[in-house]
């Protein structure tokens, strides 16, 4: 029951570098969601993809792209990243969009130094 | 002003506790989302109301969309319920989800 995958689960990177995190779930989920989570803030949702071939922006998409590169898989890219980048990032899917129950990965620690 | 506003932010209470976590919100909702995140970082789905009342074990939740507030309860808490709750709204016309920033439940054996 492998559910919802990232990788990796803890990266450090020098302000400037670039990374790709990745994200696959074998529910055969519709919809896949990218958050990030900061202290004293709720879950901001960065990209989200409502079906294969469709990606729309969310809360915060500046600095970060996202690839639907099939059903499964859903996948971030920070392309210079910067301290303020720095977060949890996590990794979500449902069945469709819209107010069904989300199914998270486990997430991503990310430090930009 | 959040959207989504929960309370307490922090609860720390005995093992046995009848516990009690809230959530307002202040755009009309399609649904509501009650959710947990252990300390490990993972995060669970637990209910999804959009009236009324769900149960789940000992979790209960409930919702009253006239007063635009939800609880979530707990009865006879456990140490293994120390986690973050947060809640989470679906607007109308709206998507995607909007959350709250969380509380902190520890239980003391």
């Known amino acids: 029951n492998a559910g919802v995958t990232q990788t990796p689960k803890f990266q450090v990177l020098k302000t400037g570098q670039s990374m790709t995190l990745q994200c696959a779930q074998d529910?055969?989920?519709?919809?896949m969601y990218w958050y990030r989570q900061d202290p004293g803030m709720g879950l901001r949702l960065i990209y989200y993809s409502a079906s294969e071939g469709t990606t729309d922006k969310g809360e915060v998409p500046n600095g970060y792209n996202v690839s639907r590169l099939n059903k499964r898989e859903f996948s971030l890219r920070l392309e210079s990243a910067a301290p303020s980048q720095t977060s949890v990032y996590f990794c979500?899917?449902?069945?469709?969009?819209?107010?069904?129950?989300?199914?998270f990965g486990d997430g991503t620690r990310l430090s930009i130094l | 002003k959040n959207e989504v506003e929960q309370s307490p932010q922090n609860l720390t209470a005995q093992e046995g506790e009848f516990i009690t976590i809230n959530c307002s919100y202040s755009?009309?909702?399609?649904?509501l989302h009650w959710l947990q995140q252990h300390p490990g970082g993972g995060i669970v789905s637990l209910f999804m109301l959009s009236s009324g009342k769900k149960k789940h074990g000992r979790l209960i939740a409930t919702i009253n969309i006239q007063e635009k507030h939800s609880s979530l309860h707990i009865t006879a808490s456990h140490p293994r319920d120390s986690a973050v709750y947060i809640c989470?709204?679906?607007?109308?016309?709206?998507?995607?989800?909007?959350f709250g920033t969380g509380t902190r439940l520890t239980i003391i054996p």
């Open positions: 989470a709204v679906r607007r109308f016309g709206n998507e995607k989800l909007t």
């Open positions: 529910m055969n989920h519709n919809s």
């Open positions: 979500a899917s449902s069945v469709l969009q819209g107010g069904q129950p989300q199914h």
């Open positions: 755009v009309g909702i399609s649904a």
